[in-house]
Every structure is written in C-alpha cells, then in structure tokens.
C-alpha cells in the first residue's frame, strides 16, 4: 500500500521568504498526486494536481507554484511567502478506486 | 455542479452512544464515495470507500455507511462510539475530470463526552 511522507513537519518562515515542500511517495507507481491546504476551521482546498511527471496542474491563482521532478516526488514552493500562506498542508496520492491516500501534513507559520 | 454537503458542523455524542453522521453529494454520474478522518495536526485517514455492489459497506475502526442512491446520501454510522473518535469528518465524492479529482465535504467536528 501506499505510503506518503512529507517534510518538513512544521515551519515558520518570515513573510516574503522562499518555500519548498516536498511530499515523497512508496509503494506506487504513476500516481496522480495532489496539494491541499486547509486554513485553520476550514475545509480542504486543492491547490495543484499532477498526472505524471513534469505535469501541473492548478486549481487556485495564487502565490504557489508545485513541480514534480520525478515519478514519486510532488514539491510545492512560493518565491515569496505571504501572511495569507500559513496553514495544514496535505499532500496525497491516489489509489486504485479513485480513493486518495494523505500524509501527515506540514504545519506552516508565515510571521 | 459536483458537491458535498455534511450539514452538522459539530456533533457531541456520549461515550457508548451510537453515531451517524450525514453526508448528501451532487454528482451527474455513478459516484464513487468516501469518508475520511481526521485528528487534529494529522493527515486524511480513509475509513471506507463505495463504489458498486452491496450498499452497505464497512470500514475500518467499526464504521459502516449506507448508500442512497434516491437521497443522494452516503451517511456514516457506528453503534457504539468509542472517546477515541473524537476527531473530524470528510465526506467525498469523485471522481472529477482529469486528474480524478475528488470533492470534499467542509467536515463535521465529533466530540465525545464521557
């Protein structure tokens, strides 16, 4: 089965510095992956989606950017961080029945 | 349009009492469903998942959830609830387009008191 690991855990960066997170995936092969945020007391909002290698799309206009480098590793990254960008940010994978698989998050504190 | 709609945003259930949480999607084809939890700080665990058969299907941790099709429903119950439930809820449907998108309910909040 899957299994999907994110880093870091937890940030705080100051506003207008850079970001990347990754999100690394075992067990799989060609998986659609996703980024998700959710604000605090809110849903889950899906800001990018990828079929396949070097493949992004986006669901939101925003200060973010997502790349997928290779067939099991998802990035997402912002040049400048806003106030705006902290959040739960969740990386999944899909599985064999259109199901997603999540990681464990990261926790992101923009000062 | 495909949505999701959990109309409780907060439930309290007492420890042994039984559960049911609802869910109601729009979608304009044979869905696939899913619901989710959540504990606080952590990721989306899949409880269980309908997408043919027997309307009824079972999960893991003692859920179980009913397939309306005529209410457009997906509901989640357990018999007897357990403190360690306490958690937070997603109701899904899919799947969307490319990318085999899924839309997510905005989540119902269990607590549990003892």
């Known amino acids: 089965s899957q299994t999907i690991h994110q880093w870091p855990a937890t940030l705080v960066q100051p506003v207008g510095s850079p970001l990347s997170l990754e999100c690394t995936v075992e067990?799989?092969?060609?998986?659609?992956l996703y980024w998700y945020r959710q604000a605090a007391g809110r849903g889950l909002q899906l800001l990018f989606y990828?079929?396949?290698?070097?493949?992004i799309s986006s669901e939101v206009p925003q200060n973010l950017s997502a790349s997928r480098p290779q067939d099991r590793q998802f990035i997402l990254s912002s040049k400048k961080l806003l106030l705006s960008d902290s959040g739960f940010y969740l990386c999944?994978?899909?599985?064999?029945?259109?199901?997603?698989?999540f990681g464990p998050g990261t926790r992101l504190t923009v000062t | 349009a495909q949505s999701v709609t959990q109309p409780d945003i907060h439930i309290t259930v007492s420890e042994g009492a039984s559960l049911e949480l609802r869910c109601n999607y729009s979608?304009?084809?044979?869905?696939?469903l899913f619901w989710y939890v959540q504990s606080p700080g952590q990721g989306l665990q899949l409880l269980l998942k309908?997408?043919?058969?027997?309307?009824l299907v079972q999960g893991i941790k003692g859920f179980e959830a009913e397939f309306k099709r005529s209410q457009s429903s997906f509901n989640l119950r357990k018999p007897s609830v357990h403190w360690s439930d306490a958690a937070e809820y997603f109701c899904?449907?899919?799947?969307?387009?490319?990318?085999?998108?899924?839309?997510f309910g905005a989540g119902t909040i269990l607590r549990v008191k003892s």
């Open positions: 999944a994978c899909s599985g064999t029945s259109y199901e997603q698989y």
């Open positions: 067990g799989t092969s060609n998986p659609n």
């Open positions: 990828s079929v396949g290698i070097g493949q």
């Open positions: 979608y304009g084809a044979t869905p696939y």
């Open positions: 309908y997408f043919s058969g027997d309307t």
């Open positions: 899904a449907v899919g799947p969307l387009e490319y990318g085999n998108k899924l839309v």
